[in-house]
Structures are given as structure tokens and as C-alpha cells.
């Protein structure tokens, strides 16, 4: 069983490159390696200066998301997260690298913060209705 997929289109479907590696080509050649890079569409780096940011990511993503479902088209996404963001954080939102790490808690509660900024974290260890938010 060879492991490397050959393209045999530009839109293959997910049972031709189910456990194969794909190699995304973002370079010049005599021939077609994969998938070409410049037929994505990508979703722009974000840089995190803080884990605040965390959330501009995330409608950023949701965004992303909703257009890649209706495009019809190849979508490439990455997330990153340096500056001034821990890697793990960013990516799971924990508040240390370990797996059994607790979300990092944002500080505000609900329902006392109303914004539509929290609207989409996580509420844990609720009590008599006032929810902690999470990353």
C-alpha cells in the first residue's frame, strides 16, 4: 500500500486520501505533487498578543468555518498562537500543557457580564444560576 497520495485531481474526494499523507505544494514544478496550495483559501494568521485574543480568533474561525461550508471549494485553516499566548493555551485553552489541565478561567461570571463577548465560552462550576466563564 503506497502512503503517499498522487493527485489524480484537484478535488479528491475523502475515501482516495483516507490514511495517506497529502502533501500541500507551494512550490514550482514539472509535475503536480498534491494539492495546490494557491487553490485554498486560507484563513489569515492572527497574532495573539494575549489570551484575550483567544476570542477574536475564535469568531474568526466560526467565521471561516461558515464560509468554508457553503463555498464549495478547498479551505486550508491553521491556528497559531505566539506572542504573548502559551501554544497549548491557544489550542485547547488549558491553563497548563499537562491533558489533565483546567481551562484557564476568564475572571467573569454569568449573568452578571451580559456582553456578547463571552457569549461564546464555556460556563462552568455554576451555582444558584452564576456561572464562571472559561477560555
Not at 464549495?72 to 500543557?97: D, E, N, R
Request: aromatic content about 14%; some cysteine; hydrophobic content about 40%.
Amino acid at each position: 500500500m503506497d502512503i503517499i497520495w498522487v493527485p489524480t485531481s484537484q478535488d479528491p474526494v475523502l475515501g482516495e486520501v483516507r490514511g495517506k499523507v497529502v502533501i500541500i505544494q507551494d512550490f514550482s514544478g514539472a509535475s503536480i505533487h498534491g494539492l495546490l496550495y494557491s487553490t485554498f483559501t486560507v484563513l489569515p494568521h492572527m497574532w495573539m498578543t494575549t489570551n484575550w485574543n483567544l476570542y477574536d480568533k475564535w469568531t474568526a474561525v466560526k467565521s471561516f468555518l461558515a464560509t468554508a461550508n457553503t463555498a464549495g471549494a478547498s479551505q486550508l485553516s491553521f491556528w497559531t498562537g505566539h506572542g504573548g499566548s502559551f501554544p497549548y493555551f491557544v489550542a485547547s485553552g488549558k491553563s497548563s500543557p499537562g491533558n489533565n489541565a483546567g481551562e484557564l478561567v476568564t475572571g467573569a461570571t454569568s449573568p452578571g457580564w451580559p456582553s456578547s463577548y463571552y457569549r461564546d465560552f464555556p460556563r462552568v462550576a455554576c451555582f444558584i444560576g452564576i456561572c464562571s466563564i472559561i477560555f
